[in-house]
Each structure stands twice: as C-alpha cells, then as structure tokens.
Antibody
Framework: DVQLEESGGGLVQPGGSLRLSCAAS????????MNWVRQAPGKGLEWLSY????????QYADSVKGRFTISRDNAGDSLYLQMNRLRDDDTGVYYC???????????????????WGQGTLVTVSS | DIQMTQSPSSLSASVGDRVTITCRAS??????LNWYQKKPGKAPKLLIY???SLHSGVPSRFSGSGSGTDFTLTISGLQPEDFATYYC??????????FGPGTTVEIK
C-alpha cells in the first residue's frame, strides 16, 4: 500500500522549534516531489512548502518563508519540515503530501496531490 | 500571486440532490485546477485533476468542468458519504500552489 505517516507534532511554546517527519512506503519516494500542507483549527487547507524529487528545489508560502525548512532523505524514504520561530497561528494539523504529474498523451495537464498522510497536530501555545 | 475563491461557502442539500460548487481564479490558470474532498478528522482526498479528469477510484457522480478562470464541481445524486468540505486548488503556478477557501456541503 502507498502510505505516508507523519510524526513529530506536539505542544511547543511561541518562539520554539519543532521538526516534523514523514515516512513514505509503497512507492518510489525518490521519484516524486513532495509537499507540506496544513489546516488550522476551523480553517481551510494551506499549502506550505514543496521540494523536488532530488531535493534541489524548495518553495515556501510567504507565511512560513524564512522560518520553515523542507528537506528529504531519499535513501531513507523520509520527508522533513523544520519549523523555527513558531507562532500561535502555526497551530494546526500538518499533512505530508505526494505530488503527482498527471498527463494526457505525454503532455502534463496538472500536478495534483494524490497521496496524503493522516496528519500530525502541532499546537503552539504558552 | 494567484488567488482562489469559491462559492457558496456552504450549502445545505438532501440525499439525491444535484450540487454545484464554483471556483474562480484571479487570473487564467488554463485547466490547472484540482478538486479535493475533506472530512473532519480525515486526510483530504483528490477527486478531480486538470479541471475535468476523474481521479482513480472516485465515483462517477463527481464531475468537473471549466477553464481559464471559472470552474465547477458537480455532484450528481448526492450520497450520505458526500457530506464534506470541498476545496479547489490551482497548480498553474506549480511548484507553488493555492487552495480555495472551501465549500461545506451539509445535510438539509
């Protein structure tokens, strides 16, 4: 089965740090770009960060740029999110997400998030 | 940055109803538009990619249409398991992405 399993969430004080991990299984992890998406309590889905399959290209949402760092270990089939200078509004459920290219007649027609982990809860509070 | 809007923000419907949700992009995104279903306590699920292509395993009562800036998700014959929140997502600016604010489908 294709699976993603997040870990590392918990309670942290404002200004603190936390490192999330995501273990992938059932697919060729090294072949896929990966992302982190979060959902704050009572809010919608928010894309946070992207990393290319080889790890050389990273992108961030403005809300986390300069504070969060995405990385991956293809030998260990793992994705990470280092979160520093955490704020109250970083509270939420964090999802590890696989990005797949969908094509038609070998032409890319969309990148979509086709595999999601169950999420890990991060609570930032004093 | 591309902004996404959805309407309505919520709706009430009965089992068997036909439901339509609209998503609008702040600029043309061609057909780089995906739809997800989210239930409380569960991970989101991909329903539709490229505006109108049904993802593997998704029931055929779900359909999508549109291109450019205006898109719709239609559920033909609402089932009890379809009560959830639906999000559109643009992938035109990949590898950065934007979700819409969501539309909650509630039981009437």
């Amino acid at each position: 089965d294709v699976q993603l399993e997040e870990s590392g969430g918990g309670l942290v004080q404002p200004g603190g740090s936390l490192r999330l991990s995501c273990a992938a299984s059932g697919f060729m992890f090294y072949s896929y770009s990966m992302n982190w998406v979060r959902q704050a309590p009572g809010k919608g889905l928010e894309w946070l960060s992207y990393i290319s399959s080889g790890g050389h290209n990273q992108q961030y949402a403005d809300s986390v740029k300069g504070r969060f760092t995405i990385s991956r270990d293809n030998a260990g089939d793992s994705l990470y999110l280092q979160m520093n200078r955490l704020r109250d509004d970083d509270t939420g459920v964090y999802y590890c997400v696989r990005q797949s290219p969908f094509d038609s007649d070998e032409v890319l027609i969309s990148d979509a998030f086709d595999v999601w982990g169950q999420g890990t809860l991060v609570t930032v509070s004093s | 940055d591309i902004q996404m809007t959805q309407s309505p923000s919520s709706l009430s419907a009965s089992v068997g109803d036909r439901v339509t949700i609209t998503c609008r992009a702040s600029q043309s995104i061609s057909s780089f538009l995906n739809w997800y279903q989210k239930k409380p306590g569960k991970a989101p699920k991909l329903l539709i990619y490229a505006a109108s292509s049904l993802h593997s395993g998704v029931p055929s009562r779900f359909s999508g249409s549109g291109s450019g800036t205006d898109f719709t998700l239609t559920i033909s014959g609402l089932q009890p398991e379809d009560f959830a929140t639906y999000y559109c997502q643009q992938s035109n600016s990949a590898p950065t992405f934007t979700f819409g604010p969501g539309t909650t489908v509630e039981i009437k």
